[in-house]
């Protein structure tokens, strides 16, 4: 990967993961990566959550990104079907500032084509991160596939990384695309889950335990023992569901 210098040259940079030896009793995957640093994006203000649209319990960029499609009353949903969508998206994760988000979508119009092609390619990085998510731990094969998109998302995209300061005094890393504007959109998503599998998190990677919610999640709890997306949600019903079979078996 190229990315620009102050001075304007192109000065190499690369970020590949490679699999590398294990012990035989560590079953995550071992990787090592040559980069500048990993990037690490700020929490999303409470002002964002409150009005957005879309659901960030991950813990993880790239797993709040899984869960732009989700499930209700059994029923799939994507909200991600139109490239609009998608980078609003991208903006109240804060992986777009308002500013770079027009300019994108100033060049959907522009070039309607590149953009549709950008939406079906996030699609499909989203269907290997999922799998990475829900089987990764588990499957090396799973693991090897989601390490190629990886590569091949990192691998096709030029640009510069600022530091950047947010209107609430906060700062943020950010990846500006030289070339094909869209190339960069996925950067810091897959990025963000070869963070991951560097540092050997699938571990604490759960699908929430309701048997019909998609939703995953990074578990940081100290004993590990997170089942539900959201207590709000899926844990009230799931202790509901309990209450009910209680107050059943005593009447019978």
């Given at each position: 990967?190229?990315?620009?210098?102050?001075?304007?040259?192109?000065?190499?940079?690369?970020?590949?993961?490679?699999?590398?030896?294990?012990?035989?009793?560590?079953?995550?995957?071992?990787?090592?990566?040559?980069?500048?640093?990993?990037?690490?994006?700020?929490?999303?203000?409470?002002?964002?959550?409150?009005?957005?649209?879309?659901?960030?319990?991950?813990?993880?960029?790239?797993?709040?990104?899984?869960?732009?499609?989700?499930?209700?009353?059994?029923?799939?949903?994507?909200?991600?079907?139109?490239?609009?969508?998608?980078?609003?998206?991208?903006?109240?994760?804060?992986?777009?500032?308002?500013?770079?988000?027009?300019?994108?979508?100033?060049?959907?119009?522009?070039?309607?084509?590149?953009?549709?092609?950008?939406?079906?390619?996030?699609?499909?990085?989203?269907?290997?991160?999922?799998?990475?998510?829900?089987?990764?731990?588990?499957f090396p094969l799973i693991r090897g596939s989601v390490l190629s998109e990886v590569n091949r998302v990192l691998g096709r995209s030029a640009g510069t990384r600022r530091v950047e300061q947010r209107e609430?005094?906060?700062?943020?890393?950010?990846?500006v695309p030289v070339g094909d504007a869209f190339a960069g959109l996925m950067m810091p998503i897959v990025e963000s889950a070869a963070d991951a599998l560097i540092s050997g998190e699938l571990l604490r990677?759960?699908?929430?335990?309701?048997?019909?919610?998609?939703?995953?999640?990074?578990?940081?709890?100290?004993?590990?023992?997170?089942?539900?997306?959201?207590?709000?949600?899926?844990?009230?019903?799931?202790?509901?569901?309990?209450?009910?079979?209680?107050?059943?078996?005593?009447?019978?």
């Amino acid at each position: 990967m190229k990315a620009e210098g102050e001075g304007g040259a192109g000065v190499s940079s690369s970020f590949i993961l490679h699999e590398r030896a294990c012990l035989p009793s560590n079953r995550s995957l071992c990787l090592t990566a040559v980069m500048p640093s990993p990037v690490i994006l700020a929490p999303l203000s409470a002002r964002a959550r409150a009005s957005s649209p879309f659901v960030f319990i991950g813990e993880r960029l790239w797993l709040d990104f899984v869960n732009t499609e989700d499930t209700c009353r059994g029923a799939r949903i994507d909200a991600l079907v139109e490239f609009d969508e998608f980078v609003r998206w991208l903006q109240v994760a804060t992986v777009l500032d308002g500013e770079r988000a027009a300019a994108i979508r100033r060049r959907a119009l522009q070039q309607p084509t590149g953009a549709s092609a950008a939406l079906v390619d996030a699609r499909r990085v989203r269907a290997a991160l999922r799998a990475l998510a829900e089987r990764g731990y588990h499957f090396p094969l799973i693991r090897g596939s989601v390490l190629s998109e990886v590569n091949r998302v990192l691998g096709r995209s030029a640009g510069t990384r600022r530091v950047e300061q947010r209107e609430d005094g906060t700062y943020m890393r950010t990846f500006v695309p030289v070339g094909d504007a869209f190339a960069g959109l996925m950067m810091p998503i897959v990025e963000s889950a070869a963070d991951a599998l560097i540092s050997g998190e699938l571990l604490r990677v759960r699908r929430c335990a309701a048997a019909r919610c998609a939703r995953v999640f990074h578990d940081g709890t100290k004993n590990g023992r997170r089942r539900w997306c959201d207590m709000a949600t899926c844990g009230n019903r799931a202790k509901a569901a309990r209450h009910r079979a209680v107050l059943k078996a005593g009447r019978s």
